[in-house]
DNA sequence: AATACGGGGGG
DNA sequence: CCCCCAGTATT
């Protein structure tokens, strides 16, 4: 039997039940899609289930505030794909009267597709004949064949991209791409894959050679950087709290945070803050700092280490604000803005009275 | 060809 | 601690 057929009989069996396998319509797909890059579906699956609640259609997204859209996508990480959601909802709403390209070409030109993106929607819900290459493929693929080549080279993406090409089911390609991707997922998994009950044990080269913890390849990722943030939670007699928005490029772009004050060693006192700051906050304001959390919150990402520390300042008006160049934001309704996780968190455990 | 970009979960 | 996850855009 053809590789393709074994996959999709044990896809037939074993497929789990997600909410977009069960439409061709491209906006739930698309949706679906860019939630799932890089993230896990037990992860994305609950911001699914908001989005399509909050924006049924692509003109509801179209319509919403960016704002509005990284709040609901607080938590996911990776924020430029809600930017870019909603820039390609506007797009296709108000330029292309609402319906997706139809094309694997066409739909790479949508800000957030690329070729991933591309190759299931398109073969999801068009039928197009296009492979699509994702973590689940790259492990599959390089297992079975055993291939060495580093996924993440140049040659590499070349070269998997070709043989997924080649082992595509064209009579049915939605089927097949998610059957690979889903035995990936379930029965290839990275570690500790299930090679007892599989059913393409006797041909796969790493399980015969006994490669498969070694498989599939990859080239040394950077190391993180550690980075030292101080949060000032400046908050008057009747609860408002100064929030700024993040803008520039660059992590959390165009979420909300507070007055930031990033220093390039840990700091313990408020004369710290004074030396570091960079906002021209009066001074006579960050004396009154109180440290909140004498152990600076671990923050990992995946290319930086954060230690940050939140300073409680009370104080009985924020008029001060208006000498500042800095654009801050008096708010008694920080919960309706989007934060990062580690802001989130401090929120929820500090408890503004509402 | 490398790097930036989040956050969560498993071993 | 390290790795990985239905990758893409930018440098």
């Not at 069960?22 to 949706?31: A, G, R, S, V």
């Not at 819900?125 to 493929?137: H, K, L, M, S, T």
């Not at 492990?139 to 070269?159: A, C």
């Not at 008006?317 to 309706?336: W, Y």
Request: net charge positive; glycine share 4%; hydrophobic share 40%.
């Amino acid at each position: 039997m053809k590789f393709h057929n074994k996959l999709i009989d044990w896809y037939l069996v074993n497929a789990r039940d997600l909410p977009w396998r069960k439409t061709q319509d491209p906006y739930p797909i698309w949706l679906s899609e860019i939630m799932l890059q890089q993230t896990r579906i037990s992860q994305g699956l609950p911001y699914f289930f908001k989005f399509i609640e909050e924006f049924p259609t692509v003109f509801h997204l179209a319509n919403a505030s960016e704002d509005q859209v990284l709040k609901l996508w607080q938590g996911l990480g990776y924020y430029s794909r809600a930017r870019n959601l909603h820039s390609t909802a506007k797009h296709v709403a108000y330029n292309l009267n609402g319906i997706f390209p139809n094309t694997y070409k066409e739909l790479k030109t949508l800000k957030g597709v690329g070729d991933y993106t591309a190759s299931a929607i398109a073969s999801f819900c068009y039928r197009e004949p296009v492979a699509v290459v994702d973590g689940n493929v790259y492990r599959v693929l390089s297992r079975f064949f055993g291939i060495d080549t580093p996924i993440n080279s140049t040659e590499g993406v070349k070269e998997f991209k070709n043989l997924a090409q080649k082992l595509l089911d064209k009579k049915q390609p939605h089927i097949y791409n998610q059957a690979i991707m889903e035995f990936g997922a379930l029965q290839c998994s990275p570690k500790s894959p299930d090679c007892n009950s599989c059913p393409l044990q006797t041909n796969c080269v790493a399980f015969q050679q006994d490669l498969i913890s070694s498989l599939p390849r990859k080239l040394k990722k950077t190391k993180v950087q550690e980075k030292f943030y101080n949060y000032l939670v400046i908050v008057d007699s009747r609860e408002n709290v100064l929030i700024e928005k993040r803008t520039g490029n660059g992590i959390w772009k165009n979420l909300y945070q507070f007055p930031l004050i990033e220093s390039p060693k840990d700091c313990n006192l408020p004369k710290d803050l004074i030396s570091f700051d960079e906002n021209k906050i009066p001074q006579e304001i960050l004396e009154k700092a109180l440290l909140y959390n004498e152990e600076p919150i671990k923050h990992i990402l995946s290319h930086r280490k954060l230690w940050v520390k939140f300073w409680v300042i009370n104080i009985e008006n924020l008029n001060f604000i208006e000498n500042l160049s800095k654009s801050f934001i008096m708010t008694n309704q920080i919960d309706t803005f989007a934060v990062p996780v580690v802001i989130e968190k401090f929120i929820d455990t500090y408890g503004f009275s509402k």
